[in-house]
């Protein structure tokens, strides 16, 4: 029986189990007499794979270290950059360092496999070795934390790497490289200067990106969603999701038509639904997402609709193709967001397959200049993601990595990474000169001839093709893109389309709901399954709750019932953000955590109706992002994004100004997102106390979404229940309480609920007999008002929705209590902050007798000091009253 060292033995497995896996995850991570016990056991576990016994002799492990320097490093050794000027020395291959001296190059040494025979001189092992990792692809796959997975692609490229497609591939990739660029230098004659964002240089993504859609299709992908920015957009729409070319070039000939029908947007923005048909006629459905020119914005929006897509399918059915820039994708930190969701239950798309246009370039910031690390995908390696580094210049190994990438993200439903290597014919757009800063690199670029003549010359060295074929594609392709523009300039110009159907934010939506149903829903949610443990402090809680029909209902109840009630009816509900499981303020408890085995229940996902309530990542940006996608993926939703407090929405600014407020004027993408964002002045200080609702006040215009403050739980409830009845979709923005979640003041009765629906603005609850202050608010400091009020002159509006603001309604109460003398508008917020900037103008040419009451114009929301708000907030109650 072997000898074992002293540390070997069972009762240190679990220690030499956790080193292991710190070995597999960085080799350095571990002391160097660990790392040569691990070494050994990887290299016998690899001798046995490949069939070989181990043996003493040190020429197999010497030969190991070497293919495993190839494996690791080759990469750095690849010819994968079609610019590349000059030739760098990888150390990590020097032999010397491997143990080698060069009189052994050609003495036989163990194959380990290669070479198809046992033994074979060293530098035929070498040159064996460079042809797979140093030759056209860079591979970086070897530290993933997934033996699994770098095993797999093991036995895919090696022992030889076999890249040949076949004659009908080839004759298809020439056919994709001619419409490329084809379709390039046509608008570049005849729309000279206009911005397009030409793919000149880098015309293999188009064969690329139809070979991941062929490969996918084939492997039983049924949808395709892309997002990319404007590089090469134009290209894509026409060659891949076969946009007519008429409506393209109806677009360069600026038909302003396209501007009154909701694509009020630039051409390079938009989206569009296509079909492609693989080789074997499978019909795969491939959507372009719009965006904004905001870079790798778009990201999060498409995991967003492709998890909501993948709700009744097997994630890989859906597959979700994302197309960076490589000085975005390293500056740009929605990336990492984004892939922090990769493994995340209610997050997790099943795998992105992300494909990098490597221009080398970031309109004038070279890669020196733009990031630190040594590749713009490093962050991949981040999350174990395998990355392949491929040349523009060889397209064939391209469509070879595209398959590749298909087949691990079926198999391993995880993110892969392409980055495709090449380079930006002309400047940012085609009126930028780019050799005032990069003359050498433009130099060079210049002289090239292009990626289609290079596959065509290297077609016909091989007789694969013939050049009359090639003459033959290319007229056919130009006469096709003339008799198009040809048909569009015929038409008459500048004829207006139809405009986009108005719709009303005011008609009055009916939400009751029945009090037995309303029962029912506490009945179920206040059911403690047998055998749970609920917590000892949850329970007096869940009996209040019960009753609370009987009783009266706050905020958290009312909220319940909104999704209970939906749910019932069939309407699936997502409400995502952070900590929203539980609640910031511990008032939500949709989903308890048994008390002694930490198992979790969710009381109202007993209905067919899918109910997700999620704590999502510390994030705004891609997490708020993901919830606009889904919202547009599964419009018959209610789809709710809870900031931890309103203060925070701003981490998330991109995706609300462009998307949210926007995205229906611009691109017809009507989504029903609800906002909720805890807002109150409660001396918690200038970051715990704001929604920034004047903000949002600022960017309301044309029914685009709605900005709503309510006060009573009642309210909240038919909100909620409004979003989804009616027949059209708008954002909703919506205000909500943090110490009134649990204020007596702050209650509702079941008639509320039984009865009536959403008012946008709340009469006096006590109005006086005769008027002579009145006082318009919104929000929390109604409560304090009202508990303040002494005199018996004063009647108290509350404006629930500020946007669309109800003027007949506001008309019809201001009649009311004519013969009042003194008008106010009460906020907590500072004067240029707030509501008053927006909602001043509307009620001084209704009263013409306004001022106002409110904190002083303040660079911050709100003071640090508790002790100075309460001060603050009981002089502004005191001024609102008339009593200061």
Not at 34 to 50: C, K, S, V
Not at 491 to 508: V, Y
Request: glycine share 6%; proline share 6%; charged share 20%.
């Amino acid at each position: 029986m072997p000898e074992f060292p002293d540390y070997a033995q069972l009762a240190n497995l679990q220690m030499i189990e956790e080193l292991y896996s710190r070995y597999l995850s960085n080799p350095d991570s571990v002391d160097l007499s660990w790392r040569h016990f691990f070494e050994g056991i990887d290299f016998a576990a690899y001798l046995t794979q490949r069939g070989a016994a181990p043996t003493p002799d040190s020429s197999n492990l010497r030969v190991y270290d070497l293919v495993q320097a190839f494996r690791k490093y080759g990469h750095l050794s690849a010819h994968f950059n079609p610019i590349e000027q000059r030739d760098t020395i990888n150390e990590h291959l020097n032999l010397e360092k491997l143990g080698f001296f060069p009189s052994e190059l050609d003495q036989e040494f163990p194959t380990l496999g290669f070479c198809g025979k046992p033994q074979a001189a060293l530098k035929d092992i070498i040159a064996a070795l460079k042809e797979i990792y140093c030759g056209r692809i860079g591979f970086e796959f070897m530290d993933l934390d997934n033996p699994e997975l770098t095993n797999w692609l093991l036995t895919r490229i090696e022992p030889q790497l076999h890249i040949e497609p076949s004659l009908e591939e080839k004759h298809l990739l020439l056919e994709y490289l001619n419409k490329s660029e084809v379709f390039e230098t046509f608008l570049h004659a005849k729309y000279v200067g206009q911005t397009r964002f030409s793919l000149q240089g880098a015309e293999t993504m188009i064969p690329l990106i139809a070979e991941i859609i062929d490969y996918a299709g084939e492997s039983g992908v049924e949808e395709i969603l892309i997002g990319m920015a404007h590089r090469g957009r134009l290209n894509v729409l026409t060659n891949i999701l076969n946009k007519s070319l008429e409506t393209m070039l109806t677009e360069f000939e600026d038909d302003t038509a396209l501007s009154f029908t909701g694509n009020d947007d630039i051409r390079y923005h938009l989206g569009y639904e296509g079909e492609f048909l693989t080789r074997s006629n499978r019909k795969v459905i491939v959507d372009l997402a719009a965006n904004p020119s905001h870079l790798e914005s778009v990201n999060p929006v498409i995991l967003g609709q492709t998890f909501a897509k993948q709700w009744d399918k097997p994630k890989d059915k859906i597959l979700p193709l994302l197309i960076h820039g490589d000085a975005s994708i390293a500056g740009q930190g929605v990336i990492y967001e984004c892939l922090q969701l990769m493994k995340l239950p209610a997050y997790s798309v099943g795998g992105t397959i992300h494909l990098v246009v490597n221009n080398q370039i970031g309109y004038t910031t070279l890669p020196s200049e733009g990031r630190s690390t040594n590749y713009c995908t490093d962050i991949a390696k981040a999350f174990g993601c395998p990355i392949f580094h491929v040349n523009a210049e060889d397209p064939e190994s391209c469509l070879f990595a595209a398959k590749l990438a298909v087949e691990i993200r079926q198999k391993f439903k995880i993110d892969v990474f392409i980055d495709l290597l090449c380079y930006r014919k002309y400047g940012h757009n085609e009126g930028d000169e780019p050799s005032y800063t990069q003359p050498l690199e433009y130099e060079l670029i210049r002289s090239k001839k292009t990626i289609q003549q290079i596959y065509v010359e290297q077609l016909l060295k091989e007789g694969a093709s013939e050049q009359k074929l090639v003459e033959t594609l290319e007229v056919q392709l130009k006469e096709a893109m003339k008799q198009a523009l040809a048909k569009v300039q015929a038409r008459s110009a500048g004829q207006e389309g139809e405009p986009m159907a108005p719709i009303d934010l005011l008609a009055p939506v009916q939400t009751a709901v029945v009090k037995k149903q309303l029962q029912s829903v506490l009945d179920l949610f206040c059911t403690i399954p047998p055998q749970f443990n609920l917590h000892p402090k949850l329970q007096k809680w869940l009996d209040s709750r019960r009753e609370s029909l009987q009783k009266t209902i706050d905020w958290a109840t009312a909220e319940c019932l909104a999704f209970g009630t939906l749910l019932a009816e069939g309407i699936p509900v997502r409400l995502a953000g952070q900590d929203s499981v539980r609640g910031t303020f511990s008032q939500r408890h949709l989903i308890w955590s048994d008390s002694k085995t930490g198992k979790p229940y969710c009381p109202l996902c007993h209905y067919d109706a899918s109910l997700q309530v999620v704590n999502s990542p510390l994030s705004e940006y891609a997490c708020l992002g993901f919830e606009y996608g889904y919202s547009l993926a599964r419009p018959s939703g209610l789809t709710l994004w809870e900031a931890q407090y309103g203060d925070f929405f701003n981490g998330a600014q991109i995706m609300i100004d462009q998307y949210i407020i926007s995205g229906d004027q611009k691109w017809k993408t009507p989504s029903g997102l609800t906002l909720l964002l805890p807002h109150g002045y409660e001396g918690s200080g200038p970051e715990h106390s704001s929604a920034r609702v004047e903000r949002f006040l600022q960017l309301c215009a044309m029914q685009n979404i709605q900005v709503v403050y309510p006060s009573t739980p009642a309210q909240f409830f038919h909100l909620l229940r409004r979003q989804v009845k009616r027949p059209f979709h708008r954002p909703l923005v919506v205000l909500t309480p943090k110490s009134l979640l649990r204020s007596p003041a702050c209650v509702s009765v079941a008639d509320e609920f039984t009865k009536g629906r959403f008012v946008e603005i709340l009469d006096d609850p006590k109005p006086p007999k005769a008027t002579k202050r009145l006082i318009f608010c919104t929000g929390k400091i109604f409560y304090e008002l009202f508990a303040a009020r002494t005199r018996s002159d004063t009647a108290l509006l509350r404006i629930e929705q500020l946007y669309p603001l109800h003027i007949s309604l506001l008309k019809e109460l201001i009649a009311k209590y004519q013969g009042f003398t003194e008008c106010v508008w009460v906020q907590e917020e500072p004067e240029n902050m707030g509501a008053w900037r927006y909602i001043g103008p509307y009620l001084q040419s209704l009263t013409k007798k306004l001022s106002y009451v409110g904190r002083p114009e303040n660079a911050t929301t709100a003071t640090g000091s508790n002790k100075k708000h309460n001060q603050e907030q009981s002089q502004l109650i005191k001024q609102a009253l008339g009593e200061a």
